[in-house]
């Protein structure tokens, strides 16, 4: 059987990582994984060092906007 290789983005948002098997958590972080594809793309495009950082920087945020929208959607109290 061949795997699917993961794109940066589902790495990224670690994707293959849901414990629970909470369908909500698997959209978020896909939801998420593409987000941070489409500027991975754009940051590998591009020849401007400063477009770059912002893109990078995006990336990040992304990447902690996932974990938080995680955290909310999987809250036990």
């Known amino acids: 059987m061949i795997e699917k290789q993961m794109t940066f ?4 948002c670690g994707v293959t990582f849901n414990p629970s098997n909470d369908d909500m958590v698997q959209k978020l972080k896909q939801a998420f994984a593409d987000l941070v594809d489409t500027c991975d793309t754009l940051r590998l495009k591009s020849d ?3 477009e770059k950082r912002m893109l990078s920087l995006a990336i990040t945020d992304l990447q902690t906007a996932q974990m938080w ?5 999987t809250w036990k109290y």
Do not use: D, T
Not at 9 to 12: I, R, T
Not at 69 to 73: E, F, N, Y
């Open 48 to 50: 401007n060092p400063e």
């Open 69 to 73: 929208s995680v955290k909310a959607v």
């Open 9 to 12: 983005g589902e790495k990224a």
